[in-house]
């Protein structure tokens, strides 16, 4: 069955720190897509980052990186030198591929991390 | 800004009624999704519409329901309320069928509160 853990439920640093965020999947496909969404405290979701299970290249967006490593199911968020306006609880989610080369489209979200950003 | 509007922003009902909550995509997007956040379940997948037609159902209770209409806007039926619908309701846009070719934009939700 698939499923998105994110075992971090809140984390707390001094701004300027660099922070990770873990997400570990599960899927029974050899094709699907990761995902990272941001939810500010205002509440809406925000798009980080796409990413296809055949793509295993790391990526980089400004003071954002993202490490995919299939081999540990992972997809682990890195914020470097944070600030305040990063606090916001992070959701990585995953979609599946049906086995027919279709879609299954939905989201499965993990719990989501809390972070907040300390001046 | 996301392009996806969701109407109202803030609802407050009481049991036993009945609401309807509204999307309309992003320009062009063919598929809109529908999401239920709540603090004990998280986020869950409710139902999935593309060009006016169900595509994929999820969590979805039997006295909740969804249409997309010829114009793409969306909107989510919630009936006989219970305490326990009370939650933030998602809707997001797609171009596309789902994941395999693009990207969920969400809405800035509607929060449901069920008095």
């Known amino acids: 069955a698939q499923k998105v853990t994110q075992a971090q439920t809140e984390i707390s640093v001094v701004e300027k720190e660099d922070v990770t965020l873990d997400c570990v999947y599960e899927?029974?496909?050899?094709?699907?897509?990761l995902f990272w969404y941001k939810q500010p405290p205002s509440g809406e979701l925000v798009f980080l980052i796409r990413?296809?299970?055949?793509?295993?290249q790391n990526e980089i967006s400004g003071r954002y990186s993202w490490n995919f490593q299939k081999s540990t199911s992972s997809f682990n968020f890195t914020i470097t030198a944070s600030q305040v306006v990063d606090s916001a609880v992070y959701f990585c989610?995953?979609?599946?591929?049906?086995?027919?080369?279709?879609?299954?489209?939905?989201?499965?979200f993990g719990k989501g991390t809390k972070l907040s950003v300390k001046p | 800004d996301s392009g996806v509007t969701q109407t109202p922003k803030h609802l407050i009902t009481a049991t036993g009624q009945r609401v309807t909550l509204r999307c309309s995509p992003r320009?062009?997007?063919?598929?809109v999704y529908w999401y239920q956040q709540s603090l004990d379940q998280g986020l869950q997948f409710l139902i999935q519409?593309?060009?006016?037609?169900?595509?994929a159902k999820g969590n979805i209770l039997e006295r909740f329901s969804a249409q997309q209409f010829p114009d793409l806007h969306s909107e989510l039926n919630l009936s006989s309320l219970e305490l326990g619908d009370s939650a933030l309701y998602f809707c997001?846009?797609?171009?596309?069928?789902?994941?395999?070719?693009?990207?969920?934009?969400f809405g800035p939700g509607t929060r449901l509160t069920v008095l």
């Open positions: 899927t029974r496909d050899t094709t699907y897509y």
């Open positions: 320009s062009g997007d063919l598929s």
């Open positions: 519409y593309y060009n006016g037609e169900e595509r």
């Open positions: 989610a995953l979609s599946e591929a049906l086995y027919d080369g279709g879609s299954q489209g939905n989201l499965i």
């Open positions: 997001a846009s797609s171009a596309g069928l789902g994941a395999s070719t693009d990207t969920q934009y």
């Open positions: 990413r296809n299970s055949f793509d295993e």
